[in-house]
Every structure is written in C-alpha cells, then in structure tokens.
C-alpha cells in the first residue's frame, strides 16, 4: 500500500489521531511551509505510555522468530515506500536526493540486519547443586528522541532494536523533520500489534515531557553534547535507563606518504556530505606540512566543484542546511573568519538566496585557537591545518571535549596503528572515516555520548543485566 505524504497523524497504539492545534517544518531549500502535522500535548503522551505499557506485557514475552517476524514485514513495508519517503525526506530535510535515497536504504539494512544478531546468555556455573546464568530482559517503554540531520535512519535505528529486544517504544521526532517519522508510524501500525511502536510529533517542549515521564522507562537520544546535559539531568530524576549519541568535532590526520590523488575524493566527500550535518563526520583536517600545500590546492579545486542547490536537482551534492536556527549559527561562524583574520582557500561568505544555503568553505591552516577548529560547526566550513610533528598533532587532535570519530590516513599501517591506539574517540578509523554497520556498536567518549547503539553492546543497552540463580533440590 503506497503511502499518502500530504497528510500527517500521530500514531497512537496502531490509530491515526490529530491535535487541536498543529504546526509545521520549513522546506529548507525554498524557506515555504510543509504540511500541517500534530502538536502532541502531555495528554497524547499519556495514551501512548498506557497502550505502550500495556503493550509490553505480551510483547516482551513472545519469541524473538515472532519478533523477527514483524522486523521483516516492516522492512518490506520501508522497501515498498522507499521512493516516497526519500522525496518526503528531501522535502522536509533538503538533502539531495540522491543521499536521502541512501539513507532510507541504510535504514532498510539495518532493520534487516539488527534481527540477525543473538543477545549473549551465558552459564556462569553449572554445578551439581546449583546453575547460574547471566541473561538480559527488556527494559520496558522506550522513547526515542530523533534528530534532525538523519531522521529516517537514527528511528529505525532506535525501533529496531528496541521492539526486538522485547521493548515497546514511542518515537519522538525532532519538530524541524517529522514527516518521514510519521510515515514510519504508519507503516509500523501494520506490521507490529498496537502499542509497540507510536509516534508523536510535537514542539521543543514534547522531549522533556517524555524524559521526565514515570512510565517510560529508556530514553535513545541522539542530538547535540548541550541538549544530552539536559536530557541525562531530567532522566536522572526517575532513574531512567539512558543512552546519549552526542556531538562531535572530529579530527582526520594525514600522514605525509598518503597518494594524495586518491584520497582527495574521499577527504572532500566525508567532509561536505549532507552539508557536514553529520555527527561523525571529519571536521578537523590535519595535513602534514610536506603535503600541505599540493593537498590544499587539490582538495579546493575538487570541492569547488560540488554542485550547490535545491536536492530535488539533478547532480546536487550540497544541499542547504536544515533549519534557521542552524543557519544562523553557520552565519555566526563565518562571520568569525573575517573578525579573527583567517584565510579562506575556498568560500567564505554566504550569498543570500531563498534557502538556507551556505557553499562549501576551506579555512587555510587557521590557528588552533580559532572558533572554527574549536568549535563543531554542523555546516560545511572545514578547517584545514598543517601539522609535522607526530606527538603534537595526537595531541591537538585529542584536545577537545568531544570524542566521537578520528581517523589516520598513511600507507604505512604500522605508523597508522600507532597513531590511531592514541586517539581518544569512541570510533577510530585508519585510511576511512564515516563508517558503520549495524553490526558494530557506535557510541562516543568524553562529551560525545554515553552507551552506544548499534551491534551487539547496543541491543544489550535496551536491556536489564538478569543474573539467575537455580538451585537443583
């Protein structure tokens, strides 16, 4: 059944409703209104936690082919609509069309993929007289709260693992993208019995709702290193279970015998994608002095080809950024490369025009110091560094409060490796950056998260640590 992408529902124990009152997102490539969609209110919130709760009590009981099961259909159902959802998601998001199609079809893997994978039960002791086994068990209602740079992905990679691990889940999307969460609402409705997945699209006031809400049980938060303080401090009241996915400003070294011809295309992409509003990707670009100058001129003449416009365009690469409130940041930061002297090799202005669109910018070795090394900019303005000295670039690059990803780029593995064993991320990558699998736990250090998803440790963090203890008459 195709789906309808002009009008918007909440999905509450498998039933579409509205609100009295609505509001909507903002295209952003054209700043005009998308359709009307529900403001949820905390009476909303309370159905869902009661038909969530009530929904629990059979769901974490049934087996994990039945969940499987339903997993299936609902990747089917994604497969089916994936079309239409990567046109909503442009609409709504503005990222080219072509990367929304490859975030839906990395949402489809993962919900296949997540049901492949067996939680650990292990005997501790088996004795004549006693058996004890280490196990886990769902936690209860989940809510996951969704931002806006990855919507379709980041909820399919909470509800996956949390409806197979035998959790009911409410999805929260973020106010500025929720109309492909709403569509994954809908087609969770027929796949999955009432209550297990639902969906409530709110304003800024829904999340803190949900985090301080008696009756949901785990908060899956992915968003910025601020907004995790906040959600951490109001789940700590009721002593939620909590897993934060945070910000991070990751760094990318390049070591001085990398073929510099061939990692050029890769450096420019894994920089500029989805116009740098990707958590994990290089945001700190260390370039060994001996290379520096050829890497630069390259790596500008490259990415001043990247085609900037509405994603709905044939060979867009940079679509706009998301919202005006990101925008203005992005606007703030620029501004900040004339004030404190820096030299642009690439952009570094902002033209006006009628979308949130910002060119790609290249800062030519800025000081450390700077506000655009220092600080994550969520747009893409990559500051570009010389570095010579081994032990000083790690030291640069491990200093900052995030740690989310970092990467080494050299032909020599062994230098990689010994470089690489001293950064300080939850994700390090040697010759790459950016990339995950559903099989591979992702998470960050320092300010950067807390737990992580994804790969066995993260179904385990939608679950209860059960130690029982069976003694044999």
């Known amino acids: 059944m195709t789906l309808d992408i002009t009008t918007f529902f909440n999905v509450i124990n498998n039933e579409l409703t509205t609100t009295v ?18 403001l949820s209110t905390a009476e909303d919130l ?26 299936s259909a609902f990747a089917d159902a994604m497969e089916e609509n994936k079309d239409v959802l990567a046109q909503l998601l442009t609409q709504e998001q503005g990222k080219p069309l072509t990367q929304a199609a490859f975030e839906l079809q990395a949402a489809i893997t ?16 088996d004795k004549e007289d006693c058996k004890i086994i280490h196990r886990y068990t769902p936690i209860g209602v989940g809510g996951a709260i969704v931002p806006w740079n990855f919507p379709v992905h980041l909820a399919v990679g909470k509800i996956v693992p949390a409806v197979y691990t035998g959790n009911t889940i409410i999805v929260k999307p973020s106010p500025f993208t929720p109309y492909c969460d709403l569509k994954l609402g809908e087609l ?3 796949c999955f019995p009432p209550g297990v997945v639902q969906v409530l699209s709110g304003g800024d006031d829904l999340g803190p709702m949900m985090t301080e809400h008696p009756g949901v049980d785990k908060i899956s938060f992915t968003g910025s290193s601020a907004t995790g303080r906040r959600v951490m401090a109001s789940c700590a009241k009721s002593l939620k279970r909590v897993t934060l996915e945070l910000g991070g400003n990751d760094p990318a070294i390049f070591c001085d015998d990398v073929d510099i011809d061939a990692v050029i295309p890769k450096a420019g992409m894994l920089s ?4 740098s509003q990707i958590c994990m990707m290089i945001k700190r670009m260390y370039v060994h002095e001996k290379i520096y100058d050829e890497f630069r001129d390259k790596l500008v003449e490259h990415v001043k080809n990247f085609k900037m416009g509405a994603g709905t365009e044939e060979g867009v690469f940079l679509g706009p950024v998301q919202n005006s409130m990101q925008f203005g940041k992005a606007q703030n930061l620029m501004g900040s490369i004339a004030t404190e002297g820096l030299n642009p090799a690439l952009g570094g202005s902002i033209p006006d025009s009628e979308g949130y669109f910002i060119p790609a910018t290249i800062v ?23 570095w010579s000295d081994e032990d000083d670039v790690i030291a640069r690059a491990n200093k900052t409060e995030s740690g989310l990803g970092a990467s080494v780029w050299s032909n020599d593995l062994d230098r990689a490796r010994r470089m ?54």
């Not at 296949?112 to 002791?125: A, K, M, Y």
């Open 46 to 71: 309370d159905r869902a936690v009661a038909a969530g709760r009530q929904a629990f009590k059979k769901w974490s009981r049934t087996s994990y082919e039945e969940r499987r099961k339903a997993l």
């Open 21 to 38: 009152a609505t509001r909507h997102g903002i295209n952003p490539a054209t700043r005009q209104p998308n359709p009307e969609v529900p």
């Open 110 to 125: 993962w919900a296949r993929t997540l049901p492949t994978l067996t939680l650990p039960e292990d005997v501790i002791e």
């Open 272 to 275: 500029f994608m989805c116009s």
């Open 364 to 386: 030519d070795n800025p000081a450390e110091t700077s506000r655009v090394v220092q600080e994550e900019a969520f747009a893409p303005i990559l500051p570009l560094l010389k």
């Open 188 to 190: 969770a409705a027929r």
């Open 420 to 473: 690489a064993d001293q950064l300080e991320a939850g994700n390090v990558w040697v010759n790459a950056h950016c990339e995950v699998t559903p099989m591979t736990p992702f998470g960050g250090h320092k300010a950067s998260g807390i737990g992580c998803e994804w790969g066995v440790k993260g179904l385990t963090g939608w679950c209860n640590s059960q130690t029982l203890w069976v003694k044999k008459p």
